[in-house]
């Protein structure tokens, strides 16, 4: 069965800092998603990542896939109030996502 | 191009009650998943539907079950309700052989 982690579950950081969010996963697949989620809202695609080495980036916001590893990383430059929200990665296997737990992301002023 | 649409927004029942949640796909698309989203989790797969025919079938009790129909949209229909069905049911559209799914805004249900 695949599984999906994700850390930090909850990241407190203040705007203009960098950080990572990590996504590991327990099997192999090269199809992997990041989605934002406004409290209350649904899922709003982010980023759509296909091989192994894949790097893109969307204005403060990249990410990066290496299948080898099983592991995604979603990196933060700057942060800003705006992208206050809930992160959520997931794995496509057996024609279905597998999502993580979520990374709660709340950007202090 | 019209995005994913879901009905009704919010609702609310009693336990041992019966749900028929809505969903149109986006316009052109062919496969439609459902997923519960319990309260601060990720959301779970419940299943995909492709050509009117159930798809993968994630671990939820038979009293969840789907229908798609030829336009394509979708029904979730949920028996015996319990409380821990309460959740947000996102309905996701894509195409068969693309890989992207498009997320509607989801249905808000309350189990009393």
């Known amino acids: 069965e695949l599984k999906v982690e994700q850390n930090p579950l909850f990241l407190s950081m203040q705007e203009g800092k960098n950080y990572t969010i990590y996504c590991n996963y327990s099997?192999?697949?090269?199809?992997l998603y990041w989605y934002r989620q406004d409290p209350g809202k649904s899922l709003e695609s982010l980023f759509v990542?296909?091989?192994?080495?894949a790097v893109k980036q969307e204005g403060r916001l990249m990410a990066s896939l290496d299948t080898k590893a099983r592991l995604s990383t979603l990196h933060i430059t700057a942060a800003v109030h705006d992208l206050s929200a809930t992160y959520f990665c997931?794995?496509?296997?057996?024609?279905?996502?597998?999502f993580g737990t979520g990374t709660r992301l709340t950007i202090i002023p | 191009e019209t995005g994913v649409t879901q009905s009704p927004t919010h609702l609310i029942k009693t336990r041992g009650q019966q749900v028929t949640l809505r969903c149109s796909s986006q316009s052109g698309h062919n496969t439609v998943s459902w997923y519960q989203q319990a309260l601060g989790q990720g959301p779970q797969f419940i299943f995909q539907?492709?050509?009117?025919?159930?798809?993968g079938r994630g671990n939820f009790p038979p009293r969840f079950s789907g229908l798609q129909f030829p336009n394509y949209s979708s029904e979730l229909n949920v028996n015996a309700l319990e409380l821990d069905d309460s959740a947000l049911y996102l309905c996701?559209?894509?195409?068969?052989?693309?890989?992207?799914?498009?997320f509607g805004p989801g249905t808000r249900l309350t189990v009393l």
């Open positions: 997931a794995v496509e296997g057996n024609e279905k996502l597998t």
């Open positions: 539907y492709y050509r009117e025919e159930e798809n």
């Open positions: 996701a559209s894509s195409l068969w052989d693309r890989v992207e799914q498009f």
């Open positions: 099997t192999t697949s090269d199809r």
């Open positions: 990542l296909l091989s192994n080495g």
